[in-house]
């Protein structure tokens, strides 16, 4: 029965061909005859995903409410909590040290009278050098002398954070305005509608954290000598391995939902423990050991030392592959079972 | 031409393991024909449409769209419908032609036969002067035909309307209809279609499932079911309180009597003959007929005989009316 309607419908469908010919030309009837598409993968992956950028830059307020939060922080914690000013000579700038009076019996070789080191030369000597070990203190907590440089280039990593994350909500949203349910009603391949969800964010990320950086630079990031623009192709790398990786996990978990409030939720609540068991705002080699354990298997670490290690520290390549590893490996993983959750729940 | 375009058999949707949206429903679309589902909200129609365009899967029976089972050859379904969902998909940001290119799009239509088609289509729905403007700027008219345009850029054999006029004022829905009909005039494909609207069912659809709590109550061409309930309806009000409904009973052609709303609905044969009989028999027990009416049944009827009642709006899932509400705000925009 099945083979047999299959049979007519062909025959039916060249006879429509003939009958198109006859009332609208040649063209017309090669297109009807030719009505057996093969969407590619591809072409469905970049119309979906070209519509959401056009969205995006249709409506530039949304740009800058993503930029303005990790500005925030870069602008208030990064300048607020001067590190650098408690390492430097002024934390000992009010110091009352008295005048040091040596009796002269007691040197060697001994001399007669009294010898007096005066305090404010004490007091000089203590602050060159506190600000010396400071300066150590510094680069050998953070690995650069600056604070401000230092957590300026983590929030290139909230900001990957934040709009991956929102990733998920918009596929809530194209579900509750039926929108999913009619692309899911297409041949396009499902993997593309998920994939563009992915692709989609991430690019976003990437656009967003250059405007980060840039304004980071404004604001008094020092760059590393070792830094050139070839450089940023690593930096995006590493954010295009953050970002399809934790869009994945984002996209995954709101497939099923139909409701804004529950991403919503899990949003806000792992925000900050992830932001902060991180080496974000300070080294994890100097955390709690549990909150190290935390901070070793968290991405946003590896993402973070990447981007640190190609723009504000001597680039270690070493420490650099072994980064973009991990990124890979975390991107691969999620995104497989992004897509395989993709295939099964997209048609509940 | 009387091939079967869809076939269903026993299909079943249940939610949450217990709420039974579709109840082993049967039936088949015949090619070429508009098919209606009609019931009111919540009946299950809407459910019904997407396990044939393959976004529900069913969780019992099969059914198959030209040849093709839902399920397994669910890439091949897809080819060869399209939807027009009740909701406005299109995107708001995006314009009109934006809109019908990125359907082309996903379906891997080339380019060039897009672009032809596009135009075509929004010729065809009247909107080319609009093509360029934002979705957003749309009245729910526009949005409608918009969708049409966009159901068809496959050229389907099988299109799938689910409410086409929700949320439409009269007018309006009744310029859709036309469009409707002149889309399938001018190519020719099988509709399915649902709606809650009578009038629509009876003035768009060649045949019609009445559907209610998930289950097929009756199918037929709207004249078949009309010719179904056997007589035409007639209307009596007395000026006495008594109950005559016996009395009415025993005359002769009477095939029912309900009293309704302050009058007697009687279902009779041959109600051009029948009424005068009835008059006559209230008469000579001295009662006075103040008014009466005679109808041929129309779908209303049709509806009120299988399902019990008139067509209402049944208390439905919150999202179910989320969604409508949603659609209902931006058809009036």
């Known amino acids: 029965m099945k083979g047999g309607a299959v049979v007519v419908t062909e025959a039916e469908a060249e006879a429509k061909a003939k009958e198109t010919a006859m009332a609208k030309g040649i063209d017309e009837a090669v297109a009807a005859a030719e009505e057996e598409y093969y969407p590619s993968m591809f072409r469905g992956l970049w119309a979906l995903t070209a519509r959401e950028l056009k969205k995006w830059l249709k409506d530039p307020?949304?740009?800058?409410?993503?930029?303005?939060?990790?500005?925030?922080?870069?602008?208030?914690?990064?300048?607020?909590?001067?590190?650098?000013?408690?390492?430097?000579?002024?934390?000992?700038?009010?110091?009352?040290?008295?005048?040091?009076?040596?009796?002269?019996?007691?040197?060697?070789?001994?001399?007669?009278?009294?010898?007096?080191?005066?305090?404010?030369?004490?007091?000089?000597?203590?602050?060159?050098?506190?600000?010396?070990?400071?300066?150590?203190?510094?680069?050998?907590?953070?690995?650069?002398?600056?604070?401000?440089?230092?957590?300026?280039?983590?929030?290139?990593?909230?900001?990957?954070?934040?709009?991956?994350?929102?990733?998920?909500?918009?596929?809530?949203?194209?579900?509750?305005?039926?929108?999913?349910?009619?692309?899911?009603?297409?041949?396009?391949?499902?993997?593309?509608?998920?994939?563009?969800?992915?692709?989609?964010?991430?690019?976003r990320a990437i656009f967003q954290a250059t405007i980060i950086l840039a304004i980071a630079y404004l604001l008094g990031l020092q760059l590393s000598p070792s830094f050139s623009l070839i450089n940023l192709l690593g930096i995006y790398a590493s954010i295009f391995l953050l970002g399809v990786g934790l869009s994945s996990v984002f996209i995954a978990f709101s497939l099923r939902s139909t409701r804004m409030e529950r991403p919503m939720q899990i949003i806000s609540l792992i925000t900050m423990p992830l932001m902060f068991a991180s080496n974000t705002f300070f080294p994890v080699s100097l955390m709690p050991d549990w909150i190290q354990m935390v901070a070793r298997i968290n991405p946003l670490t590896y993402l973070t030392d990447a981007v640190r290690q190609l723009t504000i520290m001597p680039l270690d390549a070493s420490a650099l592959i072994f980064d973009l590893i991990y990124l890979g490996i975390f991107a691969t993983i999620l995104a497989a079972i992004g897509i395989v959750l993709s295939w099964r729940y997209l048609t509940k | 031409m009387s091939e079967e375009v869809i076939k269903a058999d026993g299909l079943t949707k249940v939610f949450n393991k217990s709420l039974v949206a579709v109840d082993h429903i049967t039936f088949s679309v015949k090619s070429g024909e508009i098919f209606g589902f009609l019931g009111p909200n919540g009946a299950g129609k809407t459910t019904t449409i997407n396990m044939l365009i393959t976004v529900l899967k069913p969780t019992e029976g099969r059914a198959s769209v030209f040849g093709y089972d839902i399920v397994k050859q669910a890439k091949n379904v897809r080819k060869v419908i399209g939807v027009v969902p009740q909701e406005y998909t299109a995107d708001e940001d995006l314009t009109g032609y934006e809109n019908i290119m990125l359907c082309a799009d996903l379906y891997g239509i080339p380019r060039e036969t897009a672009k032809k088609r596009a135009l075509e289509l929004l010729d065809l729905v009247e909107l080319t002067q609009f093509k360029d403007k934002r979705v957003e700027t749309y009245s729910g008219g526009m949005r409608r035909r918009l969708e049409l345009a966009c159901g068809l850029i496959n050229r389907p054999k099988v299109l799938f309307l689910d409410e086409p006029t929700?949320?439409?004022?009269?007018?309006?829905?009744?310029?859709?209809?036309?469009?409707?009909?002149?889309?399938?005039?001018?190519?020719?494909?099988?509709?399915?279609?649902?709606?809650?609207?009578?009038?629509?069912?009876?003035?768009?659809?060649?045949?019609?499932?009445?559907?209610?709590?998930?289950?097929?109550?009756?199918?037929?061409?709207?004249?078949?079911?009309?010719?179904?309930?056997?007589?035409?309806?007639?209307?009596?009000?007395?000026?006495?309180?008594?109950?005559?409904?016996?009395l009415i009973r025993s005359v002769e052609n009477v095939k029912e009597v309900r009293w309704e709303n302050g009058s007697y609905r009687i279902k009779a044969e041959a109600g051009e003959v029948t009424a005068p009989l009835i008059i006559e028999a209230l008469r000579k027990r001295g009662y006075t007929v103040t008014r009466l009416s005679l109808t041929e049944p129309t779908l209303n009827e049709v509806y009120l005989e299988y399902t019990g009642r008139a067509i209402r709006d049944s208390e439905e899932s919150k999202e179910a009316f989320r969604v409508q509400r949603l659609t209902l705000r931006r058809a009036r925009k």
């Open chain 2, 166 to 246: 929700l949320g439409l004022d009269v007018q309006t829905r009744a310029a859709t209809w036309e469009y409707i009909m002149r889309l399938k005039k001018e190519y020719g494909m099988t509709i399915f279609m649902t709606t809650h609207y009578l009038e629509e069912a009876d003035a768009l659809c060649d045949r019609l499932a009445i559907i209610d709590y998930g289950k097929i109550v009756a199918t037929g061409t709207p004249e078949e079911l009309k010719e179904s309930l056997k007589g035409d309806i007639i209307t009596i009000s007395i000026k006495e309180s008594e109950d005559v409904s016996d």
């Open chain 1, 61 to 203: 307020v949304m740009v800058l409410m993503f930029v303005l939060q990790p500005l925030i922080w870069m602008g208030l914690l990064g300048k607020s909590m001067n590190i650098n000013a408690m390492f430097s000579a002024k934390s000992l700038g009010n110091m009352e040290i008295p005048n040091i009076q040596i009796p002269g019996n007691l040197l060697n070789p001994p001399i007669s009278g009294v010898v007096v080191i005066p305090g404010a030369l004490i007091a000089h000597e203590l602050q060159r050098v506190f600000s010396d070990i400071g300066t150590k203190v510094m680069q050998n907590t953070f690995g650069v002398v600056d604070y401000f440089s230092y957590m300026a280039v983590g929030m290139v990593s909230m900001i990957v954070m934040t709009t991956t994350m929102f990733s998920g909500m918009s596929i809530v949203w194209d579900r509750r305005l039926g929108f999913l349910d009619k692309v899911i009603s297409t041949p396009v391949s499902r993997a593309a509608i998920t994939l563009s969800k992915v692709l989609n964010a991430t690019l």
